[in-house]
């Protein structure tokens, strides 16, 4: 199975070590969003989006990404974040949507906390500071370990 992932992670690279931990399980490469090239994608089983999450959705150059590429009925996908206020079901709906209008089938979802100081978070501190945390990060190797058993069927 070739896997690969795209991710964003800028501020303090929540979202990339969650993607590193389950890149380690899935043995799945990892590339920024804005580093992969749309007619690549085609070419692997299964495919992450990722990053952290900025005003109720997701970092805009995975939209981008996906805007470019043409429709993939059938294609596997999984949605990741990390955010301050961790409310998948909200954070993750607009990128779930502009993956199945590609048609992409969601074989799994994974969020946890991360340390935010956008905006006025940063003059208090920031919330989640830690985290993700070795906790954080188990959960996410169980989710890949999940996603493998998924597509072993």
Same mark, same amino acid.
């Given at each position: 199975?070739?896997?690969?992932?795209a991710?964003?992670?800028?501020?303090h690279?929540?979202?990339?070590k969650?993607a590193?931990?389950?890149?380690?399980?899935?043995?799945?490469?990892?590339?920024?969003?804005?580093?992969?090239?749309?007619?690549e994608?085609?070419?692997? /089983?299964l495919?992450?989006?990722?990053?952290?999450?900025?005003?109720?959705?997701h970092h805009?150059?995975?939209?981008k990404?996906? /805007?470019?590429?043409?429709n993939v009925?059938?294609k596997?996908a999984f949605?990741?974040?990390?955010a301050?206020?961790?409310?998948?079901?909200?954070?993750?709906?607009?990128?779930?949507?502009?993956?199945k209008e590609?048609?992409?089938?969601?074989?799994g979802e994974?969020?946890?906390?991360g340390?935010d100081?956008?905006g006025?978070?940063?003059?208090?501190?920031g919330?989640n500071?830690?985290h993700p /945390?070795?906790r /954080?990060?188990?959960?996410?190797?169980k989710?890949?370990e999940?996603?493998?058993?998924i597509?072993e069927r």
């Amino acid at each position: 199975m070739r896997a690969l992932i795209a991710y964003v992670s800028v501020h303090h690279g929540n979202t990339e070590k969650v993607a590193k931990a389950i890149a380690e399980v899935l043995g799945a490469e990892m590339r920024k969003a804005w580093e992969v090239r749309p007619e690549e994608l085609l070419s692997y /089983d299964l495919l992450g989006f990722g990053s952290g999450i900025y005003y109720w959705k997701h970092h805009r150059a995975l939209f981008k990404l996906l /805007d470019s590429l043409p429709n993939v009925e059938g294609k596997k996908a999984f949605i990741f974040s990390t955010a301050g206020i961790n409310v998948p079901f909200i954070n993750h709906r607009k990128l779930r949507k502009a993956l199945k209008e590609k048609g992409f089938e969601i074989v799994g979802e994974f969020s946890c906390r991360g340390w935010d100081t956008n905006g006025w978070l940063e003059k208090i501190g920031g919330l989640n500071k830690g985290h993700p /945390d070795e906790r /954080d990060l188990e959960r996410a190797r169980k989710f890949a370990e999940g996603l493998k058993k998924i597509l072993e069927r």
